[in-house]
């Protein structure tokens, strides 16, 4: 048990987080995903996934992104850490309508089947909460910080749009600078 603690308290601190390889995630059907290797302040490279097909089902849907998110991303980058953002659910108008139509509960399905994917790479996997890193920040807001945190040089190189940015995000927020 003392271990676990103990490795709980690594896995945490910052150096650990700045000094090992880091896949950040922000799950969902279209899956954003963010990579930095080893010591690297800054992602090099970044991407999104979608199922190979339409099902009826969500949950067939999600098994088939991250599916081929273990398949093509992980097994060839091998990161340390994966770090997910983790749903919250929010008191408002929008934040209701959200967990009334189940939105929340597909993610957090998505989330632990990531975290379980994690476990079958042997990665350290994170729960990143919305909370923590970006709140109730609009997406617009997101961009632009992440567009001011980042060189030019590695936007244009990198080429992200919509959930990449949020997995840039999470992964900036991991390393200390978001």
């Known amino acids: 048990m003392k271990n676990s603690a103990n490795q709980k308290k690594l896995l945490l601190s910052s150096k650990h987080m700045a000094n090992s390889s880091l896949l ?52 060839k980058l091998k990161p340390k850490i994966i770090a997910c953002e983790w749903p919250a659910f929010f ?10 139509s189940g939105s929340v509960v597909k993610l957090a399905f998505g989330c632990g089947q990531i975290a379980l994917m994690a476990d079958a790479f042997g990665c350290e996997f994170l729960p990143v909460a919305v909370n923590k890193w970006k709140g109730q920040l609009p997406k617009n807001i997101v961009i632009k910080r992440i567009n001011k945190i980042l060189p030019a040089s590695r936007l244009e190189y990198l080429e992200p749009e919509s959930h990449m940015y949020d997995a840039i995000g999470i992964g900036l927020h991991v390393r200390g600078l978001f």
């Open 24 to 75: 950040a995630i922000d799950p969902g059907l279209s899956l954003g995903w963010a990579y930095w290797s080893a010591g690297k302040k800054y992602p090099s490279k970044c991407g999104i996934i979608k199922p190979h097909k339409r099902f009826k089902d969500f949950f067939l849907e999600t098994h088939s992104t991250i599916h081929q998110l273990g398949n093509n991303i992980v097994s």
């Open 91 to 100: 008191d408002s108008a929008g934040g209701r309508a959200a967990a009334g």
